[in-house]
């Protein structure tokens, strides 16, 4: 009897397979970016678009760093960054879409949380921040530049620096994990990371 459990995992797998190769950038996407032409020669050299156990987590967390620290323009700014980084271009383009217009909200209040932790804001202002600016109106503006402002700000470096690291974590043991199960699949047994540094997507 086939288990409903595998069957609707497998369901799950092939869904979110489709959907990273229908947002996967392409090399002939990357190519027409106008914001990539002057570095365009670079960004499409094949060794950014190799998938190895190096450059696949290093572009996730590349892509974690930008899509955090950077609002407008992450996926150019992940190409051109993983230059010198050696990224995966595709994987770092692909993590920026964790910030989306559904997501986005909840990170920004994530980030002020974290920086108003770090900045002891709610230490020196008691009450919740937020719910005293709206019960005075005249002081928003003053409350928005000198509380949130630096408060996010320093939200969103620590969280891309944490999001970066864990980003490369996970990537690193997804990617063991996967070449694992293909080992396994394929009746080779125990397999060493090392021996399979480059695949290629299916």
């Known amino acids: 009897m086939a288990d409903p459990r595998g069957d609707d995992d497998r369901r799950l797998g092939a869904r979110a397979l489709r959907w990273i190769r229908a947002n996967l950038p392409t090399r002939e996407s990357m190519e027409a970016n106008r914001f990539l032409r002057p ?89 919740d921040p937020i719910g005293d600016a709206v019960a005075a109106p005249p002081g928003w503006l003053e409350w928005l530049v000198a509380e949130v402002g630096p408060a996010t700000a320093l939200g969103m470096v620590v969280c891309s620096v944490i999001g970066a690291v864990l980003g490369y974590a996970i990537a690193a043991l997804g990617w063991r994990w996967w070449i694992g199960t293909k080992w396994k699949r394929r009746g080779h047994g125990k397999f060493n990371a090392g021996s399979t540094d480059s695949v290629r997507p299916e």
């Open 39 to 127: 570095v365009a020669h670079r960004v499409l050299a094949p060794e950014l678009w190799r998938f190895t156990r190096r450059s696949v987590p290093r572009g996730v967390a590349l892509g974690m760093f930008t899509g955090i620290l950077i609002p407008l323009g992450q996926i150019p700014a992940s190409a051109v960054l993983a230059l010198p980084l050696r990224a995966n271009v595709p994987a770092a383009a692909l993590t920026t879409f964790f910030t989306n217009p559904i997501t986005t909200p909840l990170l920004f209040i994530l980030y002020y949380k974290v920086g108003a932790w770090l900045l002891h804001i709610d230490r020196v202002v008691p009450g």
